[in-house]
Nanobody
Framework: VQLQASGGGLVQPGGSLRLSCTASGFNLDYYAIGWFRQAPGKEREGVSCISGSDDTTYYPTEVAGRFTISRDNAKNTVYLQMNSLKPEDTAVYYC???????????????WGQGTQVTVSS
């Protein structure tokens, strides 16, 4: 079972994108879903997580106030709304699942292929 991230693209600095994370074969409702990104030459890092228990959301400092994670259970989809994008947000974005947002990155599962986000003028 894999999650599929989509919605990436090329956007100018200051622009917005909405990424989607969908799954087939299992219900996302009961899982914490995290969004991660990896830029060339850099380690993968977490950018957001939404818990499966009560939809509590988490953001690191560098994206707080610009990124918003949400879920639509009817569509079995988790979204990442990204506003005020910066060139340093350029990366491949992935979604993955875990039992809780406190899980270490290595304990997240069902990684898909990711979607490329490029922020450039």
């Amino acid at each position: 079972v894999q999650l599929q991230a989509s919605g990436g693209g090329l956007v100018q600095p200051g622009g917005s994108l909405r990424l989607s994370c969908t799954a087939s074969g299992f219900n996302l409702d009961y899982y914490a879903i995290g969004w991660f990104r990896q830029a060339p030459g850099k380690e993968r890092e977490g950018v957001s997580c939404i818990s499966g228990s009560d939809d509590t959301t988490y953001y690191p400092t560098e994206v707080a106030g610009r990124f918003t994670i949400s879920r639509d259970n009817a569509k079995n989809t988790v979204y990442l709304q990204m506003n005020s994008l910066k060139p340093e947000d350029t990366a491949v974005y992935y979604c993955a699942s875990a039992s809780g947002c406190e899980a270490a990155m290595k304990d997240f599962a069902s990684w898909g292929q990711g979607t490329q986000v490029t922020v450039s003028s």
